[in-house]
């Protein structure tokens, strides 16, 4: 019998609860009577930690983050909180500064059975399967100095050496497994920090001669996204462009509300989330999408805790659920939330 | 009779030098026999100057460019440079910046006629028409200190409240004669030059009671250009960001070798350029495509010499042309850039 795992949760703003209680709904179900077994810790964060405590990312979150096996987090912020002297966003960052996550990990796929609801057309979008790797803890987000006055405003974009070799030597591990196709997305035509982006990046790739690597600007990248999708198999990109692109990549599979990531650092637990947002229009009615979430879950078994099988339950019961037509009103459907999580949960257990 | 126009030309590299030669055969074909005359300066720019005389944007070139009466650029840069101290882009951006062409400005357009070379689905982008105005003289590719060691790089990201102020009023201003309607782009969840852009935009909205206000992150920004296109009309972003949205919104019009943009500032020559690179793979075959260059001196004729009617003229034989499927390989067509430049100047003298 494995250790009892200690997941982290943070349930997060605006739908974060209602989907979380979906994702870990299925996770009680899909561990029944295994031999994995888990203990949950709801831990503030976020808005909802500005509301209890004032502050978005408290000392003992932080602490008790640090002592997890994984952390499930759903989506943060929300206008409430935009006057803030600390927003949400701000304890997101300190969070993956934190716990040092370097590299976010964004798949982008389209099935066939989901060509219809990509806003491409399907001759582009067809076989689309790529993964952004972005780098997450530094780079514009964290440089130094940072300061806004009446008059003017400045940011500090930084990267060195150490930061970008780490992130690279991930992406590249990460294109061995796949089709051996690195990415490298900068501006080095123009900035400096994309320079040694790009210099580290050649120099890195030397170490993986069985991988073939593109360089390209973000902008030129931005456009292939749309017109060539299929081209790409792993890009590694810097933290801003990073957000940019990914959002781009996710919309192109028609179905945010079905993404999962993860971001991972050397050490310690890997954080899992939805791509999507706290959604504050729609939360509290009862129709936010579960997919995401519950894929994020399944996502956890298999790259934390090497639960493959478990996690295979979890995807091809959503498969099913979504074949079947048993999705929320964004996907088309007209189930609510709390109905298509019980789909789901009967279509595992139909042993699908 | 007006007085002689001066055009300063900059050639360009790669591809450039034949699109321009297009674009200035069909000026010349359109204002034989008007009252409008001008004259073509050619000076060295970009990778051109780089061989001529080791400096992408030499003294005297500067220094004619800036008692222009308006400046035709076609594209610069190749990996050629790539190794050189100063590149082609560097010079692109000393020339922007010593003319003070703070604004650029780029047509995203999807004619009825054109739907089918969208990568996106036809009910998604029909009736696309927006136009991204880029901030283009400050920002990250400005700002310092920006350096760079074999250890670590920095650039800087910069904005002076001026400098947001005038760009605002720009794209305002241009949403009063379009559907009134301005998104304003930026990532102030995060970065502080947003959240001051964020802020002027604000303030200059107040002055503009008739214009409705979007404010928007970069990432969301990137998903609605995909998702959503129609939903826009005029997007007011900063120079990184405008880099990335606007090459992105171009793609989905699936016609980027048509695409037009012009840059200004609050007095001098306004510099018009096609939005596509110089595309040093097909440089020297004859197949480049002639229509972007052709409607940028089209953009250069209405803008900043009020010949609307000669601009028609031009706009609309290049209609005709396309619907006659008379076009460039990248457009499906068998034609090289003379004979559709021959083509286009055909159909003017058919007096469409
Ligand atoms: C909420 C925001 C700070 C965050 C980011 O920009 O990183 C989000 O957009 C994301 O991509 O995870
Ligand atoms: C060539 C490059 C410096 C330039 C830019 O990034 O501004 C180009 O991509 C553009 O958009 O005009």
């Known amino acids: 019998m494995m250790d009892r795992q200690k997941i982290v949760v ?6 974060g609860p209602e989907i979380m209680a979906a994702g870990l709904d299925v996770l009680a179900a899909v561990t029944q009577g295994t031999d994995f077994t888990y203990e949950t810790e709801f831990l503030p964060f976020g808005g909802q930690a500005i509301d209890q405590v004032g502050e978005p990312l408290p000392n003992n979150t932080i602490n008790q983050a640090k002592r997890a096996d994984a952390i499930l987090l759903s989506a943060i912020g929300g206008p409430r909180w935009n006057a803030c002297p600390k927003r949400p966003e701000d304890g ?130 931005a456009m292939a996204i749309v017109a060539d999708p299929t081209q790409f ?5 810097p933290n801003l462009f990073g957000d940019i692109l990914s959002d781009e990549a996710a919309q192109i599979t028609g179905t945010i509300g079905q993404i999962p990531s993860l971001s991972a650092g ?37 790259q934390s805790f090497h639960q493959d099988k478990l996690a295979k339950q979890i995807d091809e019961a959503v498969e099913l659920t979504i074949r079947r037509g048993q999705v929320t009103p964004d996907m088309g459907g007209t189930l609510t939330t709390k109905e298509v999580t019980e789909q789901v949960m009967n279509a595992m257990q139909e042993g699908v």
């Not at 943070?10 to 739908?15: K, R």
């Not at 970008?164 to 497994?177: H, K, N, P, T, W």
């Not at 637990?269 to 509290?284: R, T, V």
């Open 92 to 221: 997101l960052l300190a969070l993956r500064s934190e716990l040092g996550l370097f590299a976010n990990v964004r798949p982008t796929v389209v099935a066939d059975s989901q060509i219809d609801q990509s806003p491409l057309k399907g001759e582009i979008v067809r076989g689309t399967d790529f993964v952004i790797v972005r780098e997450l803890t530094s780079g514009a987000y964290f440089g130094e100095p940072r300061s806004k006055t009446f008059d003017q405003a400045i940011d500090t974009m930084y990267y060195s050496r150490s930061e970008i070799e780490r992130v690279m030597v991930y992406g590249f591990d990460l294109a061995q497994s796949r089709r051996q196709h690195v990415t490298i997305v900068d501006k080095s035509n123009v900035l400096a920090t994309s320079k040694l982006w790009r210099e580290v990046g050649q120099a890195v790739a030397q170490r993986y001669p069985e991988v073939t690597v593109d360089y390209r600007y973000v902008d030129a990248t």
């Open 266 to 302: 050397a050490t310690g637990p890997k954080m899992y989330e939805p791509i999507h947002g706290s959604a504050p229009d729609i939360a509290g009615q009862g129709i936010a999408n579960p997919i995401s979430m519950i894929k994020t879950v399944s996502l956890m078994l298999s």
């Open 10 to 15: 943070f349930e997060g703003d605006g739908i």
């Open 233 to 237: 198999d792993v890009l590694i990109i």
